[in-house]
């Protein structure tokens, strides 16, 4: 820092009258890229933004590397997901004193899904895909900002506003999207259980191959009632996902041809359910990956 100063006297030409210290930068770290971008949004110039968890890495089966520790212990601010997205590091996380779980202010009974069988007392954590759900946790980013960096308050606010309003124009554009799908082809099939709120935002029956967490390999008998679904519907399509490897769903695949003679097209990793694109990819950013998504869905499914 103070190296910083002299050579920042240095560039003004030792104008000292005019030289402000530039205020110490926010570190914030983050488990997902999702919430990367949306802390990257709210704290704008005021702070810089880190994901522990970069294009196709998995939440649900991430476990801490070497050297996360020092960064977690590092950061001023931890956001993570929370409601067990982060199945093998939720201990630590909920530990940490800095950290904060983006959903902390979704409500258990109108917003949040309880998660299926095998998970009673926990919710389903893909808040994300629901464009209005998202734009509501942000409120939690702005209050943990505010909080540690009090002098933010007004900056966090407004850029907290402005994406807020973008989140719901978005919104209404994957309704309007998602409504040229005649009703009776609107089934998302997908290699997990991450779709759901997808699915009641923007009218969708959905089924994944795997749970919510994709901790629990399908069995045989997941493989065949899905086969089941999409041989009897003929539904046309069904999607990959980029963080969960394809092998399970070709299997489907090859089950509804066996058992019911039916061609079901398989579109592998199409769609980014649970970490973003590659960084300056056109699904490297939330809005990106949402629009990435609902291209795919209304091509492969109308
Ligand atoms: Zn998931």
């Known amino acids: 820092m103070r190296l910083f100063a002299l050579v ?61 520790l020092t960064r977690l212990q590092q950061a001023d601010l931890i956001v993570y997901n929370g409601l067990h997205l982060e199945g093998k ?33 926990a919710h389903d954590p893909h808040v994300w895909f629901d464009v209005r759900l998202w734009a509501k946790s942000l409120d939690t980013v702005r209050d943990a900002l505010t909080k540690i960096d009090p002098a933010g ?13 973008e989140l719901h124009a978005l919104d209404a554009e994957v309704k309007r999207r998602a409504a040229t799908i005649p009703a009776g082809r609107r089934v998302l099939i997908t290699a997990h259980d991450a779709f759901y709120y997808f699915g009641r935002a923007y009218g969708f029956e959905v ?8 901790e629990s390999a399908p069995g045989t008998h997941d493989v065949r009632d899905l086969a089941t679904l999409i041989g009897t519907r003929k ?4 999607f990959g996902e980029s963080s969960v490897p394809d092998r399970n769903l070709q299997a489907v695949v090859d089950a509804v041809q066996r058992d019911h003679g039916f061609t079901v097209k398989f579109i592998a990793g199409s769609l980014y359910s649970d970490a973003l694109g590659d960084r300056g990819g056109p699904a490297g950013t939330y809005v990106g990956m949402v629009t990435h998504n609902i291209d795919a869905i209304v091509a492969a499914l109308r």
Request: charge should be positive.
């Open 8 to 68: 920042a006297l240095l560039l003004a030409g030792c104008k000292v009258d005019t030289y402000k210290p530039a205020p110490k930068g926010l570190r914030v770290l983050t488990t997902t890229g999702m919430i990367a971008d949306a802390v990257t949004r709210i704290v704008g110039p005021r702070g810089t933004v880190d994901a522990l968890m970069g294009p196709g890495v998995d939440p649900h089966l991430y476990r801490a590397k070497a050297g996360d």
């Open 89 to 121: 590091m939720a201990d630590v996380l909920e530990g940490l004193p800095k950290s904060v779980a983006i959903t902390r202010g979704l409500d258990p009974k109108t917003d949040l899904r309880p998660a299926p069988e095998g998970f009673e007392g």
């Open 153 to 165: 308050e007004k900056d966090y606010a407004e850029r907290t506003r402005a994406y807020q309003a």
């Open 207 to 214: 089924r994944g191959l795997q749970g919510v967490s994709t």
């Open 235 to 238: 539904v046309p399509a069904i």
